[in-house]
Every structure is written in C-alpha cells, then in structure tokens.
C-alpha cells in the first residue's frame, strides 16, 4: 500500500510534531542517517513532540502496512534507520530530560543522544554508563544492552534501566517496568526495537564525577597487545578500557614516525579518579614507553571527543566475543591488519567482566553475561566496488579470532540475517523473546529491526 496525500494532511493536522516528505527543503538533510552508503528514501519521515503523536504513527503504519522504521540517533549498523517508501518516525526532537538529583534517577526521553544526556548529568556530578560516542542515540543503545566506560562498576546501559515508557504495536503507551509488565521489562532490556517505540527511559544515575581518562597509544606488538588486554582484565572495576588496534591515521599528537604503523590506541575511564585511578592506568602505561599518553584528570563527559555531524564513513564490520587474548590471539591480530590495506582497518577489543558478569543471564535479553572480551573487526571502504574485498577481509578475520564461536552482540550486528541475530540471544532467551514478541506484536509491525520472528520458536537449521 502506498502514502496517499490525504493520509499525510491528516496525520500532519493530528500531530503536534512535525512531518518532512519528499519535496521538502529539510527532507535530505532528514533521511540522512550517521553511516556513509545508506541511501534510503522513505515516504515520509515523521518527528512527533511527544507519545501520543508516536501512538499516531504506529497507528499509521498499521493500517497502510508500510514499513516503520523507528529511529533515535540513527546509527544503526545494519540500515535499520531508514526505510525505502515506507515511514521513518525519528525521535529526534524528543529530548526532555527530568533529573531527580537526590533520588538519583532520571527520566530521558528517547531522541536525547549519550551525549546530551551525559553533560546534563555531569552538572550534579552524576552519570549513567552508555557507549564510546556522544552522538549515539540512547533509544537503540538502551534497547540492545549499551557497553561503554562504566560498564565493569555500574554494568551495562540496561542494568541502569528501572523503567521504560513504550507504545507497542496495538497503539498503547505502557509504562514497562519490574512490576508492571514484567515480561516487556525483560524483554526490552537487550532484544532492541522489536516490541515497540520506547519513547522515555528511566535510568538509575551514580555518582561519577572527577574521573582519570583519555587516550593512550602504544606500539601494538604481539606481546603490548595481550599484556594490555591481561592488565585491563586485572584492573579494579573502575577502570574500563577500549583497545583499537589499528594503523596509526595522520593525527597531530602522534609523531609523524609511526604513522601508517600498528598502534593500539586506548581509550579508558577510570571512574573513581584520582590516587586510585594513577594507580590503576600505571600498568598499562609499563608495557611500553607510550608513543602518546593523554590520560589525565577530567570530567567524565570529557571522555567523549567533539561530534563532527559530516562524517559518515563507510564501514564493514563483525561483532564477536573471545574469551583470551593470549600471545597466539594477538599475533594474528597483527597479521591480519598487516595484510589488509583498507584505508581504515581496527580490531576493538572490549574488556568486560565486573558489574556485566554479576548480573544472571537469565534476568535480562542480554545473556552474554560471562563473556569475557568484546571484540569487533572492521574495515573502511571506498564504494560498492572495494566492498567486497573489505567484506571478505573482515569476515575471514573475524573467523580466525572466534574460531566458529558465533557469538553476538545485538547492538553491533550489520544486516547478517536470522542465524547471526539467534547468536545474540543464547538458548532460552531466544524462546523467551518469541514468546514475548507473539503476545504484544504478533503482526511483526516492528520488523525493521534485528528481528525476532513470529511464530519461528526454536533454532533456525542453519546454525543446529
Ligand atoms: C560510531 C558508533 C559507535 C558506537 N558505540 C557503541 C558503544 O560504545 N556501545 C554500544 O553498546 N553500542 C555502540 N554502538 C552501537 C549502537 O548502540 C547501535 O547502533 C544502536 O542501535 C544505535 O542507536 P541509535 O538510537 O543511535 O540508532 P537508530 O539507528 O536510531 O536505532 C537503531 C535501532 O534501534 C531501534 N530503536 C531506536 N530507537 C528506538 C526507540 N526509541 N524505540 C524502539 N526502538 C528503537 C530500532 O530498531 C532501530 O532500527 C555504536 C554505533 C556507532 C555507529
């Protein structure tokens, strides 16, 4: 079914937010969405101001049956903020934030970004743990499990999450929490935007302040790399580490020497800061005379470098788990990069462990609790004619460092299929979420997302 004229005057004259079609001198500007070489043109792409315009538009896309794509900061790896003549509704100007500073709690609504909301809460000394960039929208970060800077003393971005408000597929706004729908509850904290448009969160805040972070580079040698990763691991709870390995870009506090050559490039926060944060980084700067070291005392939202709102990289990436980085792991690390010459190329490796791991698997949707390393390979391309190569590097990397381990998380998965989104949800919790997603959105309205089937319990043969 398509968009008729009268559909969109009527929705336009019902809403109290806004609505951009095709034609419209915003509508460009408006379907662009963070990662470079997603191009889609939806019909019209609807900015509603509060829950009730969103209730209208999931309305809309359930009686025209087009496709709904639910976006927050749109950076979806998988294309999944965007549609192609179907309806995006773009959370964007939803940003009200209401901060309970002696309750230590907030309300955000879904559109805020990790960044707007980390710098409110900084101003009362407070933060809630989400990911490595400021422009990531809290909608789909929240709703996939949110892994950045304080995840091994406050866990993931869910553990912080005491309540969600959520339009579901029939047009109700639910108030979802441990009490009142506890199932969606569950659901909703790891299984992304399959059961409906959350449109404000309630996160708990913790009192982080004056922390130690920044940026340290080192020369990535087989044996920098895994006495990295085994100092990370060994570290306090405070203290969570991001480790790009990576060819050094042309970047001005690096001397123009290494260049081009293998650095691993740190970025880490210690959240408790001062004597006990120099202690816990002074490991990690012995494993090699630093070729930059921009730790230091800072506020935390500090942690978080300028957004630049024109990039848009094209990037191919895999998502997996490893359990060790020993020196046989780093040193194919090093081939691998040294083989390829995408103009950029990146291991990530993520320490997890702490507050991630005490939580049971069972009590959220995301169930990779005792997982120890996140890692993630990527590679830049050009366009569609180097991207097969990129691909094809990337996922033979990928291979060699999960030795067929599929494991994944949900929040860096590309458009992989069926196969890799059930590796994202082990065992029960798979079931558990089919079941959930047939009793509130049993029409699969939110299908543009990493997918839970309707009716598809049990495991798709492919991976058996
Ligand atoms: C540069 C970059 C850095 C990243 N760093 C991290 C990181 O450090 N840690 C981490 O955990 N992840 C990270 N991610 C992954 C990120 O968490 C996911 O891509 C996430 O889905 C992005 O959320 P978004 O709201 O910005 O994206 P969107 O594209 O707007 O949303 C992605 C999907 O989430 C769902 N969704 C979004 N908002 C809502 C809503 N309000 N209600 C219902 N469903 C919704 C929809 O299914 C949508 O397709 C990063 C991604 C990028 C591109």
Do not use: C
Request: proline share 6%; charged share 20%.
């Amino acid at each position: 079914m398509t968009l008729q004229t009268r559909d969109l005057t009527e929705l336009g004259s019902r809403l109290k937010g806004r609505v951009i079609e095709p034609g419209d001198s915003e509508y460009d500007a408006a379907r662009t969405v963070f990662l470079g070489g997603i191009d889609g043109r939806p019909a019209v792409i609807v900015r509603p101001a509060d829950a009730d315009d969103v209730a209208r538009v999931v309305g809309l896309a359930a009686e025209t049956g087009l496709e709904l794509a639910v976006r927050s900061g749109g950076h979806s790896g998988a294309g999944h903020s965007t549609t192609n003549g179907g309806i995006v509704l773009d959370l964007s100007d939803m940003k009200r934030l209401e901060i309970d500073v002696p309750g230590r709690t907030a309300w955000a609504e879904a559109g805020l970004t990790a960044g707007d909301y980390t710098i409110a809460a900084a101003a009362h000394g407070l933060a809630t743990g989400f990911g490595d960039t400021a422009s990531v929208g809290l909608g789909g970060l929240t709703l996939g499990g949110g892994v950045g800077y304080l995840l091994r003393k406050y866990g993931l971005t869910i553990d912080s999450l005491l309540a969600a408000d959520l339009v579901t597929a029939d047009g109700r706004l639910l108030r979802v929490d441990a009490q009142s729908h506890p199932d969606l509850f569950w659901a909703i904290r790891g299984g992304g935007g399959n059961f409906g448009v959350a449109t404000r969160f309630r996160f708990r805040l913790e009192p982080v302040d004056d922390v130690v972070g920044g940026m340290l580079i080192l020369p990535a040698t087989p044996d920098v790399i895994a006495g990295f990763i085994a100092a990370a691991e060994a570290a306090a709870d405070e203290l969570t580490t991001i480790a790009n390995i990576m060819p050094s870009p042309p970047m001005p506090f690096v001397p123009p020497e290494y260049h081009g050559r293998l650095i691993l490039m740190a970025l880490l926060v210690h959240s408790g800061g001062g004597e006990a944060g120099e202690r816990a980084v002074a490991p990690l700067r012995k494993l090699a005379e630093p070729i930059a070291d921009m730790v230091r005392p800072m506020k935390y939202p500090e942690i978080y470098p300028p957004d630049d709102p024109s990039y848009h990289p094209q990037a191919i990436s895999r998502t997996l788990f490893v359990d060790e980085v020993d020196r046989g792991v780093a040193e194919a690390i090093v081939g691998h990069l040294q083989a390829s010459d995408a103009p950029v190329r990146v291991a990530q490796l993520r320490v997890l462990g702490g507050a991630v791991a005490r939580v049971p698997a069972e009590a959220t949707a995301y169930a990779h609790r005792t997982r120890r390393i996140m890692a993630n390979v990527a590679a830049f391309y050009e366009g569609p004619d180097d991207r097969p190569l990129r691909e094809a590097w990337v996922t033979e990397f990928a291979k060699a460092l999960s030795h067929g381990d599929d494991a994944a998380y949900v929040n860096f998965l590309g458009d992989e299929g069926e196969a890799r989104i059930r590796q994202a949800y082990p065992g029960s919790t798979w079931d558990r979420l089919v079941e959930i997603k047939a009793r509130y959105d049993p029409g699969n309205l939110f299908r543009l997302n990493q997918n839970i089937p309707v009716g598809n319990k049990g495991t798709p043969a492919s991976i058996r």
